[in-house]
């Protein structure tokens, strides 16, 4: 079993919808959870951070995070043509730890 | 934010030769760097974590002789896959942590390699 689960996509949908991507995960020992968009061959940038439980809010983008259940989300609201790109989760043990990785979820925004 | 630069962006080679991939942090000193592999539709799967002036420390899996890593100061970290083959044909990716509080990792745009 993978450390952390994401569902690769494609996801499609349209402009101006509101989108939900997620990750679960399996050990209980994770405390920081980022979210990273990536575009068509380029790095990844950071998008949200978050450390433990909760929600995290940042302009069209939240981020939340249910440790009993071990599952993680990304909402994107009035979603635009320019937010596709892959989505990718990530996680950290510690701060000094190395990130775990999700699989990325690939989503197009139709105008 | 910080700013982490790659050189090349692409490069592409024959097989039995090898590459060099630098990766810079332009703005920041970063005592740690990490080296990534993306094939393509797959997430990043990290190969080394190098840590200036010491060795690198290499995931299970990947081979030290054939990955050569040097990070030799606080601001460049390289990466020399030796002897190429078809097969290490990928998107190489690094990242550069700062030594703040949230020791956030910055990636650097990332170096398609293509071996024929």
């Known amino acids: 079993q993978k450390e952390v689960e994401q569902d690769p996509g494609p996801l499609s949908v349209p402009e101006g919808a509101i989108v939900s991507l997620n990750c679960t995960y399996s050990n209980s020992a994770f405390q920081y959870f980022m979210w990273y968009r990536q575009y068509s061959r380029k790095g990844p940038e950071l998008l949200m951070y978050t450390y433990s439980s909760g929600n995290k809010e940042d302009g069209r983008f939240t981020a939340q995070v249910d440790k009993s259940s071990k599952y993680i989300s990304l909402f994107i609201r009035d979603s635009q043509p320019s937010d596709s790109a892959t989505y990718l989760c990530?996680?950290?043990?510690?701060?000094?730890?190395?990130?775990?990785f999700g699989s990325g979820t690939r989503l197009s925004i139709r105008p | 934010g910080a700013v982490v630069s790659q050189h090349p962006s692409w490069v592409i080679c024959k097989s039995g030769t090898s590459v060099k991939i630098e990766c810079r942090s332009l703005?920041?000193?970063?005592?740690?760097m990490f080296w990534y592999r993306q094939f393509p539709k797959q997430s990043l799967m990290l190969m080394a974590t190098s840590n200036e002036g010491s060795k690198a420390t290499y995931e299970q899996g990947v081979e030290k002789d054939k990955f050569l890593i040097n990070h030799a100061s606080l601001t460049l970290s390289t990466l020399t896959v030796t002897s190429a083959h078809p097969e290490d044909s990928s998107f190489y990716i690094c990242?550069?942590?700062?030594?703040?509080?949230?020791?956030?990792?910055?990636f650097g745009p990332g170096t398609r390699l293509t071996v024929l």
């Open positions: 990530a996680m950290l043990y510690s701060s000094a730890s190395k990130i775990i």
């Open positions: 990242s550069a942590r700062t030594s703040g509080s949230m020791n956030e990792q910055f």
């Open positions: 703005d920041f000193q970063a005592t740690t």
